[in-house]
């Protein structure tokens, strides 16, 4: 399966709470609904091979994530 997705984990300051949290990879996939197979994680200074044809998935303040899988079907 080819890769469709770029994880960047890391720190938010949520918009609910105010505090800081770390969003790991693991937890990206299951807020964006993506399956492992489908994912890249990003790690610093090292690109990966057509990395700018993948979608970026960053960590959100405000916690309103999309659903990929959902939106994936709904283009068809």
């Given amino acids: 399966m ?14 609910t709470d105010g505090k ?6 693991k937890a990206l996939m299951k807020l964006y609904n993506v399956r492992p197979e ?6 610093p200074y090292r690109p990966y091979p ?6 970026a998935l960053h960590p959100m303040a405000n916690g309103k994530y999309k659903d990929m899988q959902k939106q994936e079907e709904e283009e068809k």
Avoid: F, M
């Avoid at 800081?20 to 990879?25: D, P, W």
């Avoid at 057509?50 to 979608?55: P, S, T």
């Fill in 38 to 43: 489908e994912c890249v994680v990003w790690i």
């Fill in 2 to 15: 080819d890769k469709k997705y770029l994880l960047y984990p890391g720190y938010v300051v949520s918009e």
């Fill in 50 to 55: 057509n990395q700018d044809k993948l979608i």
């Fill in 20 to 25: 800081r949290h770390y969003i790991t990879a």
